[in-house]
């Protein structure tokens, strides 16, 4: 599994650099950068509740971080991220429109600066390496958010990897099986998990069309090719298929 090989995560990236804001380096160019700011973090979940405790979390130490933007959607953050340049961004996995997957893969590609950090109560292996492989460097459980978030998104400012104690133990397994039964886990690519996703959150092939920038015929072969690939008969089956595979929440 070549994806667990990258262990030390680079995120310099291209692109221009957010005016004002010194380019990130090691050792005492990114301590004098820290100096005298707070760390930067865009905050992305779809629920209030969620995003108003994750502010107090930030606020357990004044000074160290600032929650300098919040997105209730994936769509949302990755708009957000443009135009705030955040050091760090708080994904949740499941949100509407725009999963956390393809999410962090567009945070990454346009926002180089910025680390994402996973948080979500999702610790499927396969979610994981997703994640991993759209460019996040570290992954919290909510249930341990209180206790590993600060140190977490100090970790990603840091150009360090930060994994939930769970969450680190399974990228482990993942990294001992046997490669050729790792192969097999998902029957789905990026882009159809994304189709799945839209479908089961009820939207037409219209609506996929548009959102997905593909014609409302090729929406429709997507759709009927992702039912013969996973064997399913009916949109129930598919939204099924999709909360247990954590592409929705339930």
């Known amino acids: 599994m070549l994806w667990l090989q990258q262990s030390e ?36 979940d779809d629920h209030e509740l969620v995003r108003r405790g994750l502010r107090e979390i930030c606020k357990v130490t004044p000074g160290t ?3 300098c ?20 961004v708080v994904i949740d996995v499941s949100m509407p429109g725009l999963n956390g997957v393809e999410t962090t893969r567009l945070i990454v590609k346009e926002v180089p ?6 948080l979500t109560m999702h610790e499927s292996e396969q979610l994981i390496e997703e994640l991993l492989k759209a460019g996040a460097r570290g992954y ?10 600060p140190v977490a998104i100090e970790s990603l400012f840091q150009r360090r990897p930060f994994f939930s104690s769970r969450v680190a133990q399974r990228v482990l397994d993942g990294y001992l099986k046997d490669s050729a ?14 189709i799945v996703q839209l479908l089961a959150e009820g939207k037409s092939n ?14 429709e072969t997507h759709r009927a090719n992702i039912m013969r690939k996973l064997g399913l008969r009916s949109m129930s089956d598919l939204v099924h298929y999709a909360i247990r595979n954590e592409i929705i929440e339930a």
Do not use: C, H, M, Y
């Open 181 to 194: 039964s790792a192969g097999s886990n998902s029957p789905l690519t990026s882009a159809e998990r994304r």
């Open 69 to 88: 933007a919040e997105a209730a959607s994936g769509l949302e953050a990755v708009k957000l991220a443009r135009q705030v340049q955040p050091d760090v």
């Open 65 to 67: 971080f600032e929650v």
């Open 140 to 149: 919290v459980l909510k249930s341990d958010a209180a206790r590993d978030l």
């Open 9 to 44: 995560p680079d995120f310099k990236g291209g692109g221009a650099k957010p005016p004002n804001r010194p380019a990130r380096a090691g050792g005492g160019e990114l301590q004098q950068e820290r100096a005298g700011r707070p760390i930067r973090v865009l905050i992305a």
């Open 206 to 219: 219209k609506e996929v069309a548009s959102l997905q920038g593909i014609s409302v015929k090729t929406a």
């Open 113 to 118: 600066s910025a680390a994402v950090l996973i």
